[in-house]
C-alpha cells in the first residue's frame, strides 16, 4: 500500500493565510447571524418545536441535543455518519454489517433500531432516502434510510437531534427519533479546510479539501456556498495469510507460492475505496417587511470501488482441498483466482424553494422540494462463467433510483387565552410523491450462455468436465429484466400541533396528525403528548407519551434480484442461486406473502433534567414498542428449509432456475427499552484556560414480543420463515451499552480535545446457539490538538483509535482468512487513523 504524506498535503496551503482584520470581521458578522455553536443549554432549537414561541435545549419538554460546526469538525471525521456515530452515544454502525451495496454503503442504528425508524431532516423538510437497500445486510437488515454522508459537513451550521418519537408532528419514520441537519446561514466570509490522514498499520491514506463561502443578499439576506472533495483509500486487508495459493504439487507446495500474495482477503476491513465531492448552497432573500424566499440544495457525487460482500475466487485445488470456487474460477481467464469488486457511481440532490411570511396574523410557510438517489452498479475483476473463457472481465449490472418530492403548508400563531403564556397554535399540510426503479443491467451480467466445460485432461477438465458453471457473476449479480420494477406512490397528511405554559414552570404540548397512501400503507394516524414541570429553579420533570408509524418502503415492496451464493458442504464451497422475491409476485403470494402494512409504534419516555451555571445534567428513559416490523424470511427451499416442496411451489409459479427464495413480510413485534444519560460542566480559570467536560452515556435492550405463525401456505411444511440467527441478529449484534467521555480544553490559542469512548459487548449469533460469538467491550481513545497560527489560520493534528485497538480475537476464521475479529465492531476492523488539518478562514 503506498504511503501518504500529511506534510505534502498541507505546506502549500498555509500560503492562503488572509489579513488577520478582515478574518476577525468575518468571524464577528458570522457569529452574529449564526446559532450557538455548541450544545448549551441556552441553544434555540427549531425541532420538534412549531409556532412562534422559542424553546432552548434545557426547557425543552423532549431530550434533544444540538451539535456544533466545531464539535463536528474536532471529531477528526469527514462523513456525517461517523461524525455523528462517535458524538451520539445511542447511535452505532457495524464494520461489516453484511454482503451487497451494505458493504459498501454501512447501514447505522439508533437505540439499537435501524435508520429507517430515525427522520432525516434538512432545514427542517424531509429529506429523501437511499435507493440502496440494505438486502444482504445481517445488521438493520432490508432498511432504506437516508445517506447522510452525501451531505458536505463544511456547509452545516449545526445539527439538531430530537430523541424521541416525532411521527405526529412530522410523519413517518419518525419512531426513534429526528435529525435536522440545519445548513449554514452565515451571511459573510469563507474558509478552506484541508484534512490528510491514513491507517496507523494498513495504509488507507485519506485526502479532502472543503470549502465555504457566504455573501449578503438584498436587505439582511444570504447566500451560503460549500463544497468539499474527499478521496479515501482502501485499507490492506484485517485477514490472516492463507497458506497455499495453488494446489499443492505431489503434496508439496507449488513454487509459484514464493512470489504469491497470500492475504486474500481483500474484503474484510476498510475494503472500500471512495471518490466523493458534495456541494450544498442555503440561501433567503428578504423580498418585504415580513416576507422572504428561501432556497436550499445539495448536490453529491459518490465512486465506489469495494471489495467487501466479494468472496476471493480461489483457483481449482485451492488450500489442498478438492473443491472451493467449484467451476466459476476459469483458468483460462483466472489461473491464480481473483478478488472482485463491486462498482458504485451514485448521483444525489435535493433542492427546496419556500417563502414565508406573515398573513392575517398567521405564520406562513409554504415549500415544494425535489431530491433523487440515483445509483448506477457495476463489477469489476470478475466474470460471468456461462459465457466461457471469452467471458467479459468488467460489467453494468443495473441502476436504482428513489425519487421524492415534497409539498408543505405550515400555518402558526399565537392565541391569548389567559394563561400564563399564550398558546402556539400550528397545523399544516403536506403532499409527497415518491418513486422506487430498480433497473436491469447488460445481459452478460446475468445471462446463461450456455458454456460446457471440456474435459481436456486438465485439473480444472478432470473435476468440471461436460459440467456448466451456474449463470451470472462470481461474488455479484446483474439486474434481469424479469427483476426489473418501478412503483410509486402518493401521500397526503394534515397535522395539528397546540402548545403552551399552563402556568408558571408547567409545560404541555399536543399533536395529531393523520396520512393517507394510495398504496398498501393505507390510512394511518399518530398522536403525541409531552409535558415539562419545573420543580425547583433548574430541576424539572419531562416526558410524553406518543404513537407513531414507519410505511414500508417501496423497495421492501418491490425489490427483486437473483443472486449467485456460496454455501459450505463438507470441504467443498457449493455455488447455488436464490432470488428475493417482490411481495406482490405470484411466486411470493404463493408462499404466503401479503401486502406490506405499516410498522407501529407506542413510545413512552420520563426524565429529569439539572441545570445549574455551567454544570447540566439531564436523565431520559424510554419505551419504545413496533408491532408488524418488516423483515426478510430466510431463504425458503434449502435442504433443510422446506427443500423440494417449496422448489415446486417456485416452479409452479414461473419461478424455475433458482435454489431458494425470501421475500419481506410483516413478521415480528418488539419492545425496546433504554435510559439515555448527559452530563455537561464548563470550568473557566484564568491560568489553566477553559474545560469543557462531557460524559455522555446510553442503554438499550430490544426484545422479542411476538413471531408470526408460518402462513396458511406452508403450514403443512417444515418451515421456519425467521430462524435463530435473524432474531438474535435483532437483540445482540449491537453493544447494549456506549460511553463516551469528553475534554474539550482551550488556552489562547492552544486547544487539545481528549474522548474516550466504550463500547460494550455485543454478539455475532449463528443459527446453533454453540456456535455463537460473543465480543467484549472495548475502550477507543481520539484526541486531537489544535493551534491558531493567526487569526485566519488554524492547524490541527490528531488520532482516532489513539491505542490501535482492534476487535477480541474470537471469530471464526474463514477459508479465505477473513473472519478472526468477527464483523459488527462499532469502531471498525482496521485499527488507529491519524490526521492532520489546516482551516484558513477569509
Do not use: C
Not at 467479459?392 to 400564563?420: C, E, H, I, Y
Not at 409535558?531 to 406518543?546: F, H, P
Amino acid at each position: 500500500m503506498k504511503k501518504f504524506s500529511i506534510s505534502g498535503l498541507l505546506v502549500g496551503v498555509s500560503l492562503l493565510a488572509i489579513s488577520p482584520a478582515r478574518a476577525e470581521e468575518a468571524a464577528d458578522e458570522a457569529a452574529a447571524n449564526a446559532a450557538p455553536a455548541e450544545a448549551d443549554g441556552s441553544a434555540i432549537v427549531i425541532t420538534g418545536v412549531r409556532g412562534r414561541i422559542q424553546r432552548s435545549v434545557a426547557d425543552s419538554p423532549v431530550p434533544i441535543d444540538v451539535i456544533g460546526p466545531q464539535e463536528l469538525r474536532n471529531t477528526g471525521r469527514t462523513g456525517l455518519k461517523e461524525i455523528l456515530g462517535n458524538i451520539i452515544p445511542s447511535l452505532t454502525m457495524p464494520a461489516l454489517g453484511g454482503g451487497g451495496t451494505s458493504a459498501s454503503v454501512r447501514p447505522i442504528a439508533i437505540r439499537g433500531l435501524s435508520g429507517d425508524y430515525v427522520l432525516v431532516l434538512v432545514n427542517g423538510k424531509r429529506r429523501h432516502t437511499t435507493s440502496l437497500i440494505n438486502n444482504l445486510s445481517r445488521v438493520s437488515g432490508g432498511s432504506t434510510p437516508v445517506d447522510i454522508d452525501l451531505i458536505p459537513t463544511i456547509g452545516v451550521g449545526r445539527i439538531e437531534v430530537l430523541r424521541d418519537g416525532a411521527a405526529a408532528q412530522y410523519g413517518s419514520d419518525a419512531i426513534s427519533g429526528v435529525i435536522n441537519i440545519i445548513l449554514d446561514n452565515s451571511p459573510q466570509g469563507g474558509e478552506v479546510s484541508v484534512t490528510g490522514g491514513q491507517l496507523y498499520q494498513k495504509g488507507g491514506a485519506l485526502a479532502q479539501v472543503a470549502g465555504t463561502y457566504g455573501l449578503g443578499l438584498g436587505d439582511g439576506g444570504f447566500a451560503r456556498f460549500a463544497v468539499e472533495a474527499k478521496y479515501h483509500d482502501r485499507a490492506d486487508s484485517s485477514g490472516e495469510p492463507v497458506p497455499y495459493i495453488y494446489p499443492l504439487v505431489n503434496g508439496q507446495p507449488d513454487p509459484r507460492e514464493a512470489d504469491a500474495d497470500h492475504l486474500i482477503a481483500g474484503g474484510y476491513g476498510r475494503s472500500n475505496r471512495d471518490k466523493i465531492v458534495n456541494a450544498s448552497y442555503n440561501a433567503e432573500l428578504p423580498v418585504g417587511d415580513d416576507t422572504s424566499l428561501y432556497s436550499f440544495a445539495t448536490l453529491s457525487h459518490r465512486d465506489i470501488k469495494d471489495a467487501r460482500g466479494a468472496f476471493f475466487a480461489a483457483p481449482t485445488g485451492y488450500g489442498g482441498l478438492a473443491n472451493t470456487s467449484g467451476a466459476s474460477v476459469l483458468p483460462q481467464l483466472y489461473p491464480s483466482g481473483f478478488q472482485a469488486y463491486r462498482r458504485i457511481w451514485e448521483w444525489d440532490f435535493q433542492v427546496a424553494l419556500g417563502l414565508r411570511s406573515e398573513f392575517a396574523g398567521w405564520s406562513l410557510d409554504v415549500s415544494t422540494g425535489f431530491g433523487r438517489n440515483n445509483v448506477k452498479l457495476g463489477a469489476e475483476n470478475t466474470l460471468n462463467p456461462s459465457l466461457g473463457p471469452d467471458s467479459p472481465t468488467s460489467f453494468f449490472m443495473g441502476r436504482q433510483k428513489q425519487d421524492l418530492w415534497v409539498n408543505n403548508l405550515d400555518l402558526s400563531r399565537d392565541l391569548d387565552l389567559g394563561l400564563a403564556k399564550p398558546v402556539s397554535l400550528s397545523l399544516g399540510v403536506e403532499q409527497r410523491w415518491e418513486r422506487f426503479q430498480n433497473l436491469a443491467g447488460e445481459p452478460d451480467s446475468y445471462r446463461d450462455g450456455g458454456y460446457v466445460i471440456p474435459a481436456d485432461g486438465t485439473p480444472f477438465g478432470l473435476l468440471y468436465g461436460g459440467k456448466s458453471p451456474s449463470p451470472g457473476l462470481v461474488s455479484f449479480t446483474g439486474t434481469s429484466p424479469a427483476d426489473a420494477s418501478s412503483l410509486s406512490r402518493n401521500n397526503v397528511a394534515a397535522y395539528v400541533d397546540v402548545s403552551t405554559d399552563l402556568t408558571p414552570g408547567w409545560f404541555l404540548g399536543l399533536a395529531g396528525r393523520f396520512e393517507h397512501y394510495s398504496d398498501s400503507a393505507g390510512n394511518t394516524f399518530s398522536a403525541k403528548a409531552s409535558t415539562r414541570v419545573e420543580l425547583t429553579k433548574g430541576l424539572a420533570l419531562r416526558g410524553g407519551v406518543n404513537t407513531g408509524f414507519r410505511a414500508p418502503s417501496l423497495a421492501q415492496t418491490a425489490f427483486s434480484t437473483t443472486q449467485n451464493t456460496v454455501t459450505v458442504i463438507g470441504d467443498d464451497r457449493v455455488s447455488t442461486v436464490s432470488k428475493f422475491l417482490p411481495v406482490n409476485s405470484a411466486a411470493a403470494i404463493a408462499l404466503g406473502a401479503k401486502p406490506l402494512k405499516p410498522e407501529k409504534s407506542l413510545n413512552f419516555t420520563a426524565g429529569v433534567t439539572y441545570e445549574n451555571g455551567p454544570l447540566r445534567i439531564t436523565v431520559d428513559a424510554y419505551q419504545i414498542r413496533i408491532d408488524d416490523r418488516i423483515v426478510k424470511t430466510e431463504f425458503l427451499g434449502t435442504a433443510s428449509n422446506g427443500g423440494a416442496a417449496i422448489k415446486d411451489i417456485l416452479v409452479a409459479n414461473g419461478i424455475d432456475d433458482v435454489d431458494s427464495a425470501q421475500f419481506f413480510t410483516n413478521a415480528i413485534d418488539t419492545r425496546t427499552r433504554g435510559v439515555d444519560v448527559v452530563g455537561e460542566y464548563t470550568l473557566d480559570t484564568a491560568a489553566l484556560g477553559t474545560f469543557r467536560l462531557n460524559a455522555a452515556y446510553s442503554y438499550n435492550r430490544t426484545k422479542i414480543l411476538h413471531v408470526i405463525d408460518n402462513p396458511e401456505e406452508l403450514s403443512d411444511l417444515n418451515v421456519t420463515l425467521f430462524g435463530r440467527q435473524a432474531q438474535q441478529d435483532l437483540v445482540v449484534a449491537l453493544p447494549r451499552s456506549k460511553v463516551v467521555l469528553s475534554s474539550n480544553w482551550s488556552l489562547d490559542r492552544l486547544r487539545a480535545l481528549l474522548r474516550v469512548t466504550r463500547y460494550g459487548e455485543y454478539t455475532e449469533a449463528s443459527n446453533v446457539a454453540a456456535s455463537d460469538r460473543t465480543f467484549g467491550a472495548k475502550w477507543i481513545t481520539d484526541a486531537e490538538v489544535g493551534f491558531q497560527l493567526t487569526e485566519s489560520l488554524d492547524i490541527a493534528v490528531g488520532a482516532n483509535n489513539l491505542f490501535d485497538v482492534y476487535p477480541q480475537k474470537n471469530g471464526a476464521v474463514a477459508y479465505d482468512g477473513s473472519g478472526l475479529y468477527g464483523n459488527f465492531a462499532p469502531f471498525g476492523l482496521s485499527g488507529g487513523f491519524y490526521y492532520a488539518r489546516l482551516d484558513v478562514k477569509f
